[in-house]
């Protein structure tokens, strides 16, 4: 890792990038917290040239190598602040969407019913290939509103055709 030093003017041994994030990290058997700055999330945050970097990226591609163009930096603990390289792996902007509706980090998760308050339970609840849950009351009605609509346009058009 590269070098850090002191803005000019100011006393004071250069340390090492690499020395200043492992002195924030406490490791255990389990999660490498990070006891540095944090976002208002608990993602941990470290300054590097002026500009913030999450925590949990660096380990990453200090221990694993680059993150792909593209790709987030997942964690598989669940631990906002950990920066184990175990429990960090790649993934798109839909796994980590899926992993919080997976493991009810999501707002919507949280609720039992939908706007028009037909339950979220398993015989009502679609899941679309993105992950969202949608009412199947809600898409029933909604497909015969539909159907009426085209069947009144039908009618219009072989009354006025």
């Known amino acids: 890792m ?3 030093g002191q803005p000019q003017g100011l006393e004071g041994p250069t340390i090492s ?24 999330r608990g993602y941990g945050s470290a300054t590097i040239n002026g500009s913030s970097v999450a925590t949990h990226r660096i380990s990453y591609e ?7 163009d593209g790709l987030y930096v997942l964690h598989s603990c ?35 019913q939908c706007p028009s308050g037909h339950p979220y ?12 849950r949608q009412c199947r ?3 029933r009605e909604q497909g015969a509103r539909s159907k009426a ?6 009618r219009e058009m072989a009354v006025s055709g």
């Open 2 to 4: 590269e070098r850090i």
């Open 17 to 40: 990038l690499d020395e200043r994030f492992w002195s924030k990290v406490v490791k255990s058997n389990g999660c490498w917290l990070w006891k540095g700055a944090t976002s208002r």
């Open 62 to 68: 200090a221990h694993v190598g680059p993150i792909p």
């Open 78 to 112: 669940d631990t906002p602040a950990c920066v184990n390289p175990a429990h960090l792996r790649v993934g798109t902007s839909l796994d980590n969407a899926r992993d919080r509706a997976e493991r009810g980090r999501h707002a919507n998760t949280v609720k039992v």
């Open 121 to 132: 339970d398993d015989t009502n609840t679609y899941v679309d290939p993105r992950g969202n």
């Open 137 to 139: 009351a809600c898409r």
């Open 149 to 154: 609509r085209r069947r009144a346009a039908a």
